[in-house]
């Protein structure tokens, strides 16, 4: 099934239910310029907007398994970063926080970053500040977007692991004194019960090369983090080889009080750093 297809099979399913487009796209939460666009392939949909169709129009367990697999197969966008700053940034924290209140998991490998869910204010504004094009009125919308996205880690109906390599917590894209209160933000954050940190140590040889940030949402759909584009893979096989790559740096990372005293070993040699130079 393809793009055009699966538009025209949702249009169907719509029109047996009886339900007008407009009361459809607002149960959906999109516009109903958006679903005309899908329904006549013009826009192709996410597997996140194929359940939100189906959910509106009330198909049954089985017909959404069926439909949910298709889109799965046939859904992987690409949507440059400049297309998100365009169409704000705060925007995106926020739809970033729909999805993330009807997840149950979500696993997070950071090579480069810490992860969003886990900055600090401060740490927030010193990345989003080198982007010299970014208005302070965008900055500080999306820091406090991005902030009260942070109110997940507290649901305890939700699991969220987290897997960071040492160099993204010795790397001084942001100064000593900001690296050192996003790491004690990272040991507090990770003596929360639902939240599981952990750190993948330079010293330790791989069998794995971390190419690049990548999100997993209950193993139903995958973001990956590339330089000019945000990249949404959902086909299940595809979603596998993420999980298992995910699953193997965990392995290799240390948890628990070591993954503490490891960050405490690089906040104090920042802060040495800090007070030689």
Same mark, same amino acid.
Do not use: C
């Given at each position: 099934?393809?793009?055009?297809?699966?538009?025209?099979?949702?249009?169907?399913?719509?029109?047996?239910?009886?339900?007008?487009?407009?009361?459809?796209?607002?149960?959906?939460?999109?516009?109903?310029?958006?679903?005309?666009?899908?329904?006549?392939?013009?826009?192709?949909?996410?597997?996140?907007?194929?359940?939100?169709?189906?959910?509106?129009?009330?198909?049954?367990?089985?017909?959404?398994?069926?439909?949910?697999?298709?889109?799965?197969? #046939?859904?992987?966008?690409?949507?440059?970063?400049?297309?998100?700053?365009?169409?704000?940034?705060?925007?995106?924290?926020?739809?970033?926080?729909?999805?993330?209140?009807?997840?149950?998991?979500?696993? #997070?490998?950071?090579?480069?970053?810490?992860?969003?869910?886990?900055?600090?204010?401060?740490?927030?504004?010193?990345?989003?500040?080198?982007?010299?094009?970014?208005?302070?009125?965008?900055?500080?919308?999306?820091?406090?977007?991005?902030?009260?996205?942070?109110?997940?880690?507290?649901?305890?109906?939700?699991?969220?692991?987290?897997?960071?390599?040492?160099?993204?917590?010795?790397?001084?894209?942001?100064?000593?004194?900001?690296?050192?209160?996003?790491?004690?933000?990272?040991?507090?954050?990770?003596?929360?019960?639902? #939240?599981?940190?952990? #750190?993948?140590?330079?010293?330790?040889?791989?069998?794995?090369?971390?190419?690049?940030?990548?999100?997993?949402?209950?193993?139903?759909?995958?973001?990956?983090?590339?330089?000019?584009?945000?990249?949404?893979?959902?086909?299940?096989?595809?979603?596998?080889?993420?999980?298992?790559?995910?699953?193997?740096?965990?392995?290799?990372?240390?948890?628990?009080?070591?993954?503490?005293?490891?960050?405490?070993?690089?906040?104090?040699?920042?802060?040495?750093?800090?007070?030689?130079?």
């Amino acid at each position: 099934m393809n793009r055009s297809e699966l538009g025209t099979a949702l249009r169907a399913l719509r029109n047996a239910s009886g339900k007008e487009a407009k009361a459809v796209a607002r149960s959906a939460v999109m516009s109903a310029s958006k679903l005309s666009k899908i329904e006549t392939g013009k826009l192709a949909p996410s597997a996140d907007d194929v359940d939100r169709i189906l959910t509106a129009i009330g198909v049954s367990d089985d017909v959404k398994a069926e439909y949910m697999e298709a889109a799965r197969a #046939v859904a992987t966008e690409a949507t440059a970063w400049r297309l998100i700053q365009r169409a704000g940034l705060h925007k995106a924290q926020q739809r970033l926080r729909d999805v993330e209140a009807r997840m149950s998991l979500l696993r #997070v490998f950071q090579p480069a970053l810490v992860p969003g869910l886990l900055q600090t204010p401060e740490y927030m504004r010193a990345i989003l500040s080198r982007h010299a094009d970014l208005s302070e009125a965008t900055v500080r919308e999306t820091i406090s977007a991005r902030l009260e996205r942070q109110q997940v880690l507290y649901d305890q109906t939700k699991t969220l692991r987290f897997v960071i390599t040492e160099p993204v917590l010795r790397w001084l894209i942001v100064p000593p004194l900001v690296m050192a209160g996003q790491l004690d933000r990272l040991v507090t954050v990770s003596r929360l019960p639902n #939240v599981d940190v952990r #750190v993948v140590p330079l010293g330790q040889p791989q069998t794995d090369i971390a190419n690049h940030a990548f999100v997993i949402r209950d193993d139903r759909a995958v973001t990956v983090e590339t330089v000019h584009a945000e990249v949404v893979v959902t086909d299940p096989r595809d979603v596998a080889v993420y999980v298992d790559k995910f699953e193997g740096f965990a392995r290799h990372a240390v948890e628990g009080s070591d993954m503490q005293s490891l960050l405490t070993t690089i906040r104090d040699d920042l802060l040495r750093q800090r007070e030689s130079g």
